[in-house]
């Protein structure tokens, strides 16, 4: 609950983001969906190289929340390719 009231105090709209990260953030959500019932290591890498690029991407400076999100997924794909094993 003070989470929820922490997000109405601030009051600032949502910032905007590119066609082009908006196109990354989506191809992503296709990549672990399919991750999900399909894993494998190539496929973790893919996922890690997109998450690196969303890092990168200058829209990534006006969404704090984000950097963090994929801050996150990064260290966690990055553990998962290095201790999954994983059999293609």
Aim: hydrophobic share 35%; charged share 25%.
């Amino acid at each position: 609950m003070k989470g929820n009231n922490m997000v109405k105090a601030n009051n600032k709209p949502a910032p905007q983001m590119s066609a082009e990260f908006t196109r990354l953030e989506d191809w992503l959500k296709v990549l672990t969906s399919t991750y999900s019932e399909y894993p494998s290591c190539s496929l973790a890498k893919v996922i890690l190289y997109y998450v690196g690029r969303l890092m990168k991407h200058e829209d990534i400076m006006q969404a704090r929340d984000k950097r963090c999100d994929y801050f996150c997924m990064h260290k966690h794909w990055l553990w998962l390719i290095e201790n999954t094993d994983y059999r293609e």
